[in-house]
């Protein structure tokens, strides 16, 4: 009888060791486009999740979130930092050594993101909110071609200024 409940609870220990596959919300009721949002030649895609107690935050948050990753597609500015330190004291045997590795990243996106819409929405089971967002190529390649267009009116505006302010200093020295 001692074997068979000894086996009985060796049997519960390893069966409680076991793992589950990992879900993205609390009770594994995710949508299938969060993980693999889909791709398009016209259309760039960002997914975002939230959950708050107000649904109305939750939403906002994971459209803040879509928003944010949207636009890290469409340039994102990476700095990253490596610090590696050594030391070693003593002489021989008595010798210490230590060793210090830190790895630094940050991510930095700055666009505006005229056109983006949220695409689809999903409210799961545990309160979480999945938003995926949209936002049309064409919108970006647009808005890149507004910013030139703003840059070189305001070099243009530079120039005309320093040739009025040169001619202005040529007729002051006459």
């Known amino acids: 009888m001692k074997k068979i409940i000894f086996c009985f609870l060796i049997s519960l220990t390893i069966s409680g060791c076991g793992s589950s596959k990992p879900n993205v919300g609390q009770s594994g009721d995710s949508?299938?486009?969060f993980l693999m949002p889909p791709t398009s030649s016209s259309y760039l895609y960002g997914v975002g999740m939230g959950k708050k107690q107000n649904p109305s935050l939750s939403k906002k948050t994971a459209t803040a979130r879509a928003?944010?990753?949207l636009s890290q597609a469409v340039s994102v500015k990476v700095t990253t930092m490596m610090k590696d330190f050594m030391q070693e004291s003593g002489?021989?045997?008595n010798a210490q050594a230590l060793e210090f590795t830190e790895s630094v990243t940050k991510q930095v996106s700055n666009n505006?993101?005229?056109g983006s819409v949220i695409k689809k929405a999903y409210s799961a089971k545990d309160g979480t909110i999945y938003i995926m967002v949209e936002l049309s190529l064409e919108s970006v390649?647009?808005?890149t071609l507004n910013a030139a267009r703003?840059?070189?009116a305001l070099f243009n505006e530079f120039k005309a200024k320093q040739g009025f302010d040169e001619l202005e200093k040529t007729l002051n020295d006459m």
């Open 112 to 114: 505006v993101l005229n």
């Open 91 to 93: 002489i021989g045997e």
């Open 31 to 33: 949508p299938s486009w």
């Open 150 to 152: 703003k840059e070189e």
């Open 67 to 69: 928003r944010a990753e």
């Open 141 to 143: 390649k647009n808005e």
